[in-house]
């Protein structure tokens, strides 16, 4: 166990609903992450939260929206997705950002039709 | 630009037959190097880091070395429980915080 959780482990969703993401972490962190895994691509990291505020947002469209409201939980908010936007997305938490390990949840798979 | 390449996409290998995977970079200065093991369906779990060239890791039939370009990941003697896919990733003293940046990584199966 990774001391890392995420619900739902399965979503799917059609292009106008809107849903939410959730990650918590039981490890005493102060730093957690959103990435998006998909096929055949590397890892890309979506947003840094560290100590509840947002310090890293790459470039991610605002159909994607987080929100930090502790340092245990994680959410993404998702609106009005693409087809293209399913794929796994990943939770990740490590105790400060800079050269620590992050510890991943299971991840959730989305499947936008 | 920074840059992670991870050598073969794939490789399949009898049980105990030892091979090596190989994970190169490009950084401006590099703050840690990260390997993790990621099975179907699961999220990718740690393995080690690596900080200095020089530096080596071990864990049961897993050993990770580092030099100034690159990464190995020896596999001695794997089993089949070995297969997954294998990641390694890179953190830049020059980018943003807690920026790591994945390699698409090498899956690995281990035949009985």
């Known amino acids: 166990e990774t001391g890392v959780t995420q619900t739902p482990r399965h979503l799917v969703m059609g292009m106008t609903n809107k849903k939410s993401l959730k990650c918590e972490q039981h490890l005493g962190h102060n730093a957690m992450y959103w990435y998006k895994q998909s096929a055949k691509k590397p890892l890309e990291l979506m947003f840094v939260y560290s100590l509840e505020e947002r310090v890293e947002n790459n470039s991610v469209p605002s159909r994607f929206s987080p929100e930090c409201p502790n340092s245990s939980h994680l959410f993404l908010h998702l609106h009005t997705l693409q087809p293209e936007d399913s794929a796994l997305y990943l939770c990740a938490s490590s105790p400060r950002t800079g050269s620590y390990e992050q510890y991943f949840g299971p991840g959730t798979r989305l499947t936008v039709t | 630009e920074d840059q992670v390449t991870q050598s073969p996409e794939a490789l399949r290998l009898q049980e105990g037959e030892s091979s090596s995977l190989n994970c190169s970079y490009t950084?401006?200065?590099?703050?840690?190097l990260f390997w993790y093991r990621q099975d179907p369906g699961k999220g990718p779990e740690f393995l080690f880091t690596?900080?200095?060239a020089g530096e080596e890791k071990e864990k049961e039939r897993l050993k990770a070395t580092l030099t100034k370009k690159e990464s190995f990941l020896h596999i001695t003697a794997p089993k089949p429980e070995d297969s997954a896919t294998y990641l390694c990733a890179v953190q830049d003293y020059g980018g943003s915080q807690g920026n790591l940046i994945f390699g698409k990584g090498t899956k690995l199966s281990v035949k009985p």
């Open positions: 950084v401006s200065g590099l703050r840690g």
């Open positions: 690596l900080y200095s």
